[in-house]
Each structure stands twice: as structure tokens, then as C-alpha cells.
């Protein structure tokens, strides 16, 4: 089982299939990665490489008794990006995973300069 420490020590379980152009899926609440094997298995049969994570407290990741916030989320979105050396990756989210995709953009991609750059 593949898994990543985060900087609080927390283990997050990751699929990691393909080749190309990775696709980083983040899970609606209270699911886990599994809920995207179709979507994962279209993207990775036409050359994407797919990455799929457990959030912290979901499936076979670690289960703090702290740290679900969307600030911890975009953190641990942002974590595996660096860990798996990502960065143009497309992030994908459904539900509570579609908000920590929001914030981890700002985060990882630093929009905030771009937005103030191009105003």
C-alpha cells in the first residue's frame, strides 16, 4: 500500500497509476479514492496518469483526531503534489474535495500573483 507523510506525520494513502499528463482526484465526504475508479480507469487507458487519495480520516489513511479543515485538506493536496514532484498537474474534486481543490490552488500554483499580475 503506497502511502505519503505528511509534515504533521500523518500518512495518506495515494493510487498512483499511468503515465502522462497527471490528474490528481480528490473524494467527496465521507468517501475515498475508490469512488473515482471509473473516471480513473477511462483517464489512465488514453494515457493520463492518475493520482486518487484517501483524505486524512477516510479510508486507508491515518485517522488524527485533529486536522479536518479545509486549511489541513489544502495542505495535505498541496503535500502530494510536492512528495510526487507534480507540477502541472489537473486537480479534481467532487463535493468537499471540490473545496479543497479551491484552496490547495492557491496554495500550490500561487494565483494570487498571477490575478494581481494580470489586473
Not at 502541472?88 to 473545496?99: I, N, R
Request: charged share 20%; aromatic share 16%; net charge negative.
Amino acid at each position: 500500500m503506497s502511502k505519503l507523510k505528511m509534515k504533521d506525520g500523518v500518512e495518506i494513502y495515494y493510487k498512483d497509476w499511468g503515465q502522462g499528463q497527471p490528474i490528481l482526484f480528490c473524494h467527496g465526504w465521507p468517501l475515498s479514492a475508490d469512488m473515482w475508479e471509473y473516471q480513473q480507469m477511462f483517464f489512465a487507458s488514453r494515457g493520463f496518469r492518475i493520482i486518487a487519495f484517501d483524505r486524512r480520516g477516510h479510508g486507508r489513511s491515518d485517522q488524527p483526531w485533529t486536522g479536518y479543515n479545509y486549511d489541513t485538506f489544502a495542505n495535505d493536496v498541496a503535500s502530494i503534489i510536492e512528495q510526487l514532484n507534480h507540477s502541472e498537474v489537473v486537480l479534481v474534486g467532487f463535493s468537499t474535495g471540490g473545496g479543497e481543490v479551491t484552496q490547495a490552488t492557491f496554495k500550490v500554483f500561487d494565483l494570487r500573483e498571477a490575478i494581481e499580475t494580470s489586473l
